[in-house]
């Protein structure tokens, strides 16, 4: 099927509020008549970090250095600094760290971060919870017995045992207990009333909707960590070992409303997670399916689906569906009523590190793989059509296909 419009990544929404500012580090203090920490770290500017630590060197003390960056960050870093300067002064140590670190996370970066802390500690101190206990987890208020005793047990076999998997990658199971579907629903109604009476802005989601509230902004995030933690990690590492399914780090948690007066339908997009958690809490609805159409790269993600790729899941209050965030999905319209679901959208750094160095990805994105089972049958296709006294040429041929096939690192 060719698809009528490109794929969207469908991003956080950052919110540009509060006085702007980030937090400028501190500059340590320097004794007059001695080189800058800059001039200093200079020459040790195209130095990398070592991957592997020193173990045995004691890092210095930085409890005293104020920034976006915890004390604790440097002591870590250090261990990794080349040979050459881990004995420096800690002022050039300090920068050369520094400049590290900003190559990472560049200033514009940082102060949309810091933007985004200002407004959810300012929300954390003002917004009384209507459910208090929502807020840590209680896993038998939360999940469904069978639920609980899956992830319990543990195995494969316990996980598979309560879902269905209609299509490779997409897994669907019974999971919360309607009181804790209800709970939440009001809990969510009960901020969105107090972000309108304080007339204070509210975050959505993401670029792609009009309604809906970021659940780790109001005080929610520590539970839906343990909710990653402790019941979608164990699945994940199981389910998703290609895409970091067992070394999630990260959430996304909100929440999507759908109906008339709220967001009509989703268009076709890919998410910003590894594994992608969505729910359904309620409440009465018709229509608003998810249609899947494939799990692909950054550089197929708008290619061609195939037929047997094709899937649509109708939701069911109380009932999670579980898929690669690289799956293309959208959301038909929810013709009448109002559909409210939670997303958990998981990710992994570890995961997305190790991605910058592979050049494609067989072992989860669709169309890689029927790109290398075309380039595995061309190979077949110049091994039969040499004679055997020619057949070494054949064989480079293969072995050329092979290389590039294993040849994932750069
Ligand atoms: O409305 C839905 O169920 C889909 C939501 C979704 O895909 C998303 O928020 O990323
Ligand atoms: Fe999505």
Redesign the pocket.
């Known amino acids: 099927m060719a698809l009528d419009a490109p794929v969207e990544r469908?991003d956080e929404v950052q919110i540009a509020m509060g006085n702007g500012n980030g937090v400028a580090p501190s500059q340590p203090s320097r004794p007059a008549g001695r080189p800058t920490a800059a001039a200093a770290a200079a020459p040790y500017a195209d130095r990398r970090l070592r991957l592997n630590p020193n173990a045995d060197h004691k890092p210095e003390d930085y409890s005293d250095v104020r920034g976006e960056y915890a004390p604790a960050v440097y002591s870590a870093l250090e261990r990794h600094l080349p040979p050459s300067l881990i004995d420096a002064d800690r002022d050039v140590k300090l920068h050369f760290m520094r400049d590290i670190l900003a190559r990472y996370w560049p200033q514009g970066e940082r102060n949309k971060v810091q933007r985004h802390r200002e407004y959810r500690q300012r929300i954390l101190h003002l917004y009384k919870p209507l459910h208090e206990e929502l807020y840590n987890m209680h896993p038998s208020v939360f999940f469904l017995p069978t639920f609980l005793e899956a992830v319990r047990s543990n195995t494969e076999e316990c996980f598979r045992s309560i879902m269905t998997e209609p299509i490779p990658g997409v897994y669907s199971f019974a999971m919360l207990q309607p009181t804790f579907c209800e709970m939440l629903l009001e809990e969510v109604e009960n901020f969105e009333k107090w972000v309108h009476a304080m007339k204070f802005k509210i975050m959505r989601p993401?670029t792609m909707n009009k309604y809906g509230a970021v659940l780790d902004d109001f005080g929610l995030e520590a539970m839906l960590n343990q909710f990653m933690e402790q019941f979608i990690a164990p699945i994940s590492k199981v389910l998703y070992p290609e895409v970091g399914g067992g070394t999630l780090d990260s959430h996304h948690a909100f929440i999507?409303e759908?109906g008339k007066d709220r967001d009509v339908e989703?268009g076709f997009h890919v998410?910003d997670s590894e594994v992608t958690l969505?729910v359904c809490l309620g409440k009465q609805f018709f229509g608003?399916e998810?249609y899947f159409r494939g799990i692909r790269c950054e550089n197929h993600v708008n290619s061609e689906t195939q037929h047997e790729e094709m899937y649509d899941y109708t939701?069911i209050p109380g009932w999670a569906v579980l898929h690669h965030g690289r799956h293309r999905?959208g959301?038909r319209a929810t013709s009448s009523g109002l559909r409210i679901?939670l997303?958990l959208w998981c990710r992994s750094s570890v995961f997305r590190e190790m991605k910058k160095y592979q050049k494609d990805f067989p072992s989860w994105c669709g169309e890689c793989q029927r790109e290398k089972r075309e380039r595995q049958s061309q190979c077949v296709k110049a091994t039969k059509m040499v004679s055997p006294n020619t057949h070494t040429q054949a064989n480079r041929l293969c072995l050329c296909c092979h290389f590039l096939d294993t040849l994932y690192f750069l």
């Open positions: 469908r993401n999507v759908y989703l998410d969505n608003g998810l939701h999905h959301a679901n997303l």
